[in-house]
């Protein structure tokens, strides 16, 4: 990989694909010892718009940028959807190479965890809330597969999706607490023209169900409108919002929180900036959202 031309010459477009630990660290040497940005975007694969927001903020704010395709079993709670998740490397190929990827690293999953694996990580407070609750161990197996990732990269920056704020929450806190030097960047979610948030689950909804799904946005603007009319009481702002969402007999609320953006706890009082976040079943899929709502006029009174 060559450190990335000044954007007024021509690069020619060639998407390595790597599957070995030691071969994605020799391609990046280079591009390290010229001092140049290496961007990470860490994904399991079957890219959709979501994805490739985050790979359009890496080349824009990188000079490098390596993406990772791997289904990590360990951070699925059921092996059914493990074996479910989709796999598409030729497509996500190229939708790689047409958002000036520089460097696919696909590697087995005998590289990723060579047997037996003993060592994992585990970001306690942050994981335990909302999704952790429903979801044991899925957070212990990102941290540990994002944490190899970053060894075998070894990369300056990793572009995360605020859509999974949990998600980017732990590994916020995992980069602190751990010392590691990667930069971490969320960017915001990327949604359907409707609300919906963009996810690879999306494609498993029916017809119906996907008329249905763009409730949860809304049930999440409704909270938000609660906050911004000044209610201060979690449980009228949920109460609120739920109506949204019992309105839709086939929606299952798995869970509705308003959090601190950083810890992932519940508030007491809403205040400042917070986090909606909820997550619902409908039919077969589990889908997850959040947004960020901040009060400012407010907080000069209180
Ligand atoms: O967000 C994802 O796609 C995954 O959780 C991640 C960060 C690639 C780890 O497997």
Redesign the pocket.
Known sequence: VKPRLSTNCIRIIIVLVISHIDEVRSVLAPVRHASRIIGFV???GALHAGHLRLIDEAAKTSDSVVVSI?V?PP?FTEQQDYQAYPRQIETDMALCRSHGVDVLFAPAIEEVYPQPNCAWIEVASVSEQLCGKFRPGHFRG?AT??MKLFQMVQPDRAY?GEK?AQ?LSVIRRMVRDLNVPVAIVGVPTVRESDGLAISSRNARLSDTERAIAPALYRALQCAAQQIQAGTTSPEDVKRAAMAVLEAEPRIEVEYFEIVDPEEMQAVPVVRGTVRIAAAIRLGPVRLIDNILVSRPELNLIE
């Open positions: 860490p994904t399991m791997f990590n951070q990102v597969v994002v995360f999974d998600q």
